[in-house]
T-cell receptor, first 112, second 113 residues
Framework: KAGVTQTPRYLIKTRGQQVTLSCSPI?????VSWYQQTPGQGLQFLFE???????NKGNFPGRFSGRQFSNSRSEMNVSTLELGDSALYLC???????????FGPGTRLTVL | QKEVEQDPGPLSVPEGAIVSLNCTYS??????FMWYRQYSRKGPELLMY????GNKEDGRFTAQVDKSSKYISLFIRDSQPSDSATYLC?????????????FGAGTRLFVKA
């Protein structure tokens, strides 16, 4: 069974731009969560989608948004990029609950 | 105070040593406890998952949960250089919007050959 895939793997943007990241969950998994990982803050929860609905949200500004499609694939968008948005963005999928999550390799975003 | 505390290390041990990794937590609502391993430039990989106090063993790995002390541990026996990675503890509980999961900061482990 294929794992969680994320595209692109690496991205370089400049301040003020926006970016869209994509995540394809494991087949059959309907829950997709997004995390931001930085050396200083560790793994921070952004939001979780289940059956195309946002079910949980972390404490990030409205510049961070997401959506989920009917095939469970998910996208995350960050608008008006700031230097502090440079991070590894991880997507995780699970069958129903969040307690057993399977992570993708992440998208490394660098904001210049 | 963070909900989950984990010493970031780094922790350096010789090959063959027993490694002990620990996390403490403050929220007694946590019901599920996980350990993830993350290699450089990779996503975290689920190693152990448990929901009850006591020990759970899987090969060289043992996860220990003490709910009364709000303390979890991961033991690695006969550590190998390939175990060098960052180990993240994670804990979750069920709330109205589904499960809420909090991760520790991660402990960097180096196993020297």
């Amino acid at each position: 069974k294929a794992g969680v895939t994320q595209t692109p793997r690496y991205l370089i943007k400049t301040r003020g731009q926006q970016v869209t990241l994509s995540c394809s969950p494991i087949s059959g998994h309907r829950s997709v969560s997004w995390y931001q990982q930085t050396p200083g803050q560790g793994l921070q929860f952004l939001f979780e989608y289940f059956s195309e609905t946002q079910r949980n949200k972390g404490n990030f500004p409205g510049r961070f948004s997401g959506r989920q499609f009917s095939n469970s694939r998910s996208e995350m968008n960050v608008s008006t990029l700031e230097l502090g948005d440079s991070a590894l963005y991880l997507c995780a999928s699970s069958l129903e609950a969040l307690n057993e999550q399977f992570f993708g390799p992440g998208t490394r975003l660098t904001v210049l | 105070q963070k909900e989950v505390e984990q010493d970031p290390g780094p922790l350096s041990v010789p090959e063959g040593a027993i490694v002990s990794l620990n996390c403490t937590y403050s929220n007694s609502a946590f019901q599920y406890f996980m350990w993830y391993r993350q290699y450089s430039r990779k996503g975290p990989e689920l190693l152990m998952y448990t929901y009850s106090s006591g020990n759970k063993e899987d090969g060289r790995f043992t996860a220990q949960v003490d709910k009364s002390s709000k303390y979890i541990s991961l033991f690695i026996r006969d550590s190998q250089p390939s175990d060098s990675a960052t180990y993240l503890c994670a804990m979750s509980f069920l709330n109205t919007g589904g499960f809420k999961t909090i991760f520790g900061a991660g402990t960097r482990l180096f196993v020297k050959a």
